[in-house]
């Protein structure tokens, strides 16, 4: 079988992921900004009672809520502290350079405007990734103090753990090549040409 | 397309459900990864025996460096998208089942080659480490599934196996 021309792909695809997961770590702070804005956006629709800002710091993107936590031991008691809950952009980002790595070792038509279309559709499930982050961390490791602050019964409590594991584990490293796949078929569609083809070679030679 | 793509989804959600239910985790997916760290070490072992494994930890037995196999790092989620893909894909069954063997296979032995490069790694340098661990070898793991599937989607292309669609 002549796997050639997906040899060669993903030897492309490798080499491109590398220069880009360079560049995307360098620019993390810029990129994660509409993450974070749209997270915003999230926090101020659903859990405006509880929530108060997102801060970002470098990648870092932080929840700050009006959650009171319980005292350390040895603190005064008239001592409070606030829930913050803290979630990384580039664990979950990293969709986006093997986005632009599989457009640009496949290199379809148009390919400035399939990396800007992935790109954005990428945002908003990289907001699942961190808004279900900071959800795991307050309704459910934050302990029985701060969640009886709220109204997670354990139904939702299971149903954000596993929001966070398909956020975090499944969602960063699929989405990029479901999208590109969608987006550009080129490649697919020249594989199961070119293996009709091989078939199709030795009978017609065949008398 | 649309109804691969239900079908990707719908066994994605049922394996990915069932691979955090308890019953799973306790007979399946902590057994496998513990496997996992044995089959690391028993590689590791034929060039350099001062390591060893406890569950699902590989340890240096000369400076202590250890590294745990955690979840995402098992390779069973990557193995969960590939059955999904190639079960919602139209082919013939028989196809499908030897597809996925031979596809888990292939995606494991990257996944050993990962743990094992990463144990390595951690004890060069934490940086490069975590950049390998956080992000490469995630993006790595996944193109493995893709190439994977499309060399059987070429497979079955090759051998007439495809359905015809439309007249």
Redesign the interface.
């Known amino acids: 079988?002549n796997?050639s021309l997906?040899a060669g792909f993903?030897l492309r695809?490798?080499l491109w992921?590398?220069v880009c997961?360079g560049v995307w770590?360098g620019l993390g702070r810029f990129l994660a900004m509409p993450v974070a804005w749209l997270c915003m956006a999230v926090a101020q629709t659903f859990f405006s009672g509880w929530s108060e800002a997102v801060e970002q710091s470098g990648t870092t993107l932080a929840l700050l809520t009006n959650l009171q936590l319980p005292p350390p031991p040895g603190a005064p008691a008239n001592a409070s502290a606030l829930l913050t809950a803290e979630a990384d952009y580039?664990?979950i980002g990293?969709g986006l350079?093997?986005l632009l790595?599989l457009f640009l070792a496949s290199r379809p038509h148009a390919m400035a405007v399939k990396m800007l279309t992935g790109a954005l559709v990428l945002l908003p499930f990289q907001a699942w990734s961190i808004v279900f982050t900071w959800l795991k961390q307050v309704a459910i490791q934050a302990g029985p103090e701060v969640t009886a602050q709220l109204q997670f019964g354990d139904t939702a409590r299971n149903l954000i753990?596993?929001a966070y594991?398909?956020g975090?584990?499944?969602l960063?490293?699929?989405l990029?090549?479901v999208l590109w796949l969608l987006l550009d078929r080129k490649?697919?569609s020249t594989?199961?040409v070119?293996?009709?083809l091989?078939?199709a070679e030795p009978e017609e030679k065949s008398p | 397309m649309l109804r691969f793509f239900i079908i990707f989804l719908a066994v994605q959600a049922a394996l990915f459900g069932a691979e955090l239910w308890q019953p799973v985790q306790m007979g399946l997916v902590i057994p496998w990864t513990e496997t996992l760290a044995r089959i690391s070490v028993v590689l590791l072992q034929s060039f350099d025996p001062d390591v060893h494994s406890y569950g699902v930890v590989i340890q240096s037995l000369k400076n202590g460096f250890g590294v745990s196999i955690q979840p995402g790092c098992n390779g069973v989620e990557a193995c969960i998208i590939l059955i999904a893909a190639m079960l919602a894909f139209p082919s013939p069954w028989k196809h499908k089942l030897v597809g996925i063997g031979l596809g888990i296979l292939a995606v494991q032995a990257m996944n050993v080659l990962r743990v094992i490069s990463l144990y390595y790694l951690g004890q060069w340098n934490k940086e490069v480490f975590e950049f390998a661990h956080l992000y490469l070898w995630q993006a790595l793991i996944m193109l493995d599934v893709l190439v994977v599937w499309l060399l059987w989607v070429r497979y079955l292309a090759g051998h007439s196996l495809l359905p015809k669609f439309g007249s």
């Open positions: 079988m796997v997906l993903l695809v490798i992921l590398i997961l770590y580039r664990v990293y350079p093997m790595a753990g596993l594991q398909f975090t584990l499944v960063p490293p699929l990029p090549v490649l697919f594989l199961l070119e293996a009709y091989e078939r």
